[in-house]
Antibody, heavy 118, light 107 residues
Framework: QIQLVQSGPELKKPGESVKISCKAS????????MHWVKQAPGKGLKWMGW????????TYADDFKGRFVFSLEASASTANLQISNLKNEDTATYFCARLEHADYFDYWGQGVMVTVSS | DIQMTQSPASLSASLGETVTIQCQAS??????LAWYQQKPGKSPQLLIYGASSLQDGVPSRFSGSGSGTQYSLKISSMQTEDEGVYFC?????????FGSGTKLEIK
């Protein structure tokens, strides 16, 4: 069955970096783009951008340009999100999600809670 | 960017009651709308796509309708397992955008 399995929770200090992973299984990884979605505690969902799993080209939403990097380990069917120079406002759960028919998310990872605190 | 305005922000319903949640887009999204349910500590789960198509495995008491800028999600007979937060999402244009969510509780 199709699964997106993400890495575990992270506790970081401001200014540090974090890299979280999303391993896909049960389908051909390069057939679907991988998207990233942020959810701050008690808040709604915010789309961060996506990576073309065939070419490796990332596209970032305006609020996520600069400190955020999407990457792939295509041989391992894994997409990664790296956040550098962490700030308190980066405290959130980060989801990877597969986009179907170019307009809706049919599978989601379980989410990774990133806590930024001094 | 397309803004998604969702209402109400919260509601409570009795078992068996019919529930309706609304989502308004800031421009015509040509039925490019999905609905998700999220339970505490879990990832969102797809309920409806293309405004009215039921995702496999989703109970038939859930239905979606609408066109243009106005869309709705209906739960025809509220069950305890339907408690959670519901989000709409437009898929017509980037950036993809979500409604602010509706928290649904049992009365």
């Amino acid at each position: 069955q199709i699964q997106l399995v993400q890495s575990g929770p992270e506790l970081k200090k401001p200014g540090e970096s974090v890299k979280i992973s999303c391993k896909a299984s049960g389908y051909t990884f390069t057939d679907y783009a991988m998207h990233w979605v942020k959810q701050a505690p008690g808040k709604g969902l915010k789309w961060m951008g996506w990576i073309n799993t065939y070419t490796g080209k990332p596209t970032y939403a305006d609020d996520f340009k600069g400190r955020f990097v999407f990457s792939l380990e295509a041989s391992a069917s894994t997409a990664n999100l790296q956040i550098s120079n962490l700030k308190n406002e980066d405290t959130a759960t980060y989801f990877c999600a597969r986009l179907e028919h170019a307009d809706y998310f049919d599978y989601w990872g379980q989410g990774v809670m990133v806590t930024v605190s001094s | 960017d397309i803004q998604m305005t969702q209402s109400p922000a919260s509601l409570s319903a009795s078992l068996g009651e019919t529930v309706t949640i609304q989502c308004q887009a800031s421009e015509d999204i040509y039925s490019g709308l999905a609905w998700y349910q999220q339970k505490p500590g879990k990832s969102p789960q797809l309920l409806i796509y293309g405004a009215s198509s039921l995702q496999d495995g989703v109970p038939s008491r859930f239905s979606g309708s609408g066109s243009g800028t106005q869309y709705s999600l209906k739960i025809s007979s509220m069950q305890t397992e339907d408690e959670g937060v519901y989000f709409c999402q437009q898929g017509l244009k980037y950036p993809l955008t979500f409604g602010s969510g509706t928290k649904l509780e049992i009365k």
